[in-house]
């Protein structure tokens, strides 16, 4: 499977990327253990070589199931908590996905800096895939990178509808995931023995 990598970006300098990641971790007390940060640590390579080129950098995430309305307990600010430790830098948040106060701020970000929206998932037009979200969602970045593997299988609009309105490119994580799995299935190692779980085993 040819897909596009950002490896294939020349200048990023300046350039707003909307960054599509999978940051649907576990929360204890409104907070994330250290040892259920995971899918926040796979993501690292490709926010710091965003970061390195001079992009500015727009997170787009999901966090649970809140069915299209504002959950308190399921906004991300604990999530760009953590992503702001890991990385060392400041990760701006939005309380909200869209608007001209969310336009505003990115306005204003510099080149390397990052801002992370509000859960994805509180706008009930992400998960029915909605064309008219995605043009509004595409309207704040340059580019789109979708970073979130434990997605890509989502008809939803900043997984799929979101690409048909923006040059679109796989991140770093995304792109050693399809390798091992395109060398799982074409040429795999024998004797092979295949492990499937996770939290909705009836749906693999």
Known sequence: MKIKSIRELKNLKG??????????VP???GRIDKNEDYRIVQTLPTIKYLMKRGAKIIILAHLS???????????????????SQ????????SDIILGREVEKKISRLQSGEIMMLENIRFDKR???GNKNFAKELAKLGDI???DAFGVCHRDQASVSAIQNYLPSYAGLLLE??????SA??????????????GAKISTK
């Not at 890991?86 to 948040?93: A, I, M, P, W």
């Not at 050693?176 to 799995?181: A, C, Q, S």
Request: charged residues 35%; aromatic residues 4%.
């Open 15 to 24: 350039r707003r990327v909307l960054l599509r990641v999978d940051f649907n």
């Open 27 to 29: 929360l204890s007390d």
């Open 65 to 83: 199931r809140p069915d299209g309305r504002v959950v308190e307990e399921l906004r991300l600010d604990p999530v760009a908590v953590r992503l």
């Open 86 to 93: 890991l990385l060392k830098k400041c990760v701006y948040k």
């Open 126 to 128: 992400e998960e029915k």
């Open 144 to 146: 789109y990178v979708n």
């Open 176 to 181: 050693n995931e399809l390798k091992n799995l």
């Open 184 to 197: 799982a299935i074409n040429k795999p190692l024998r004797p092979l023995t295949v492990i499937i779980g």
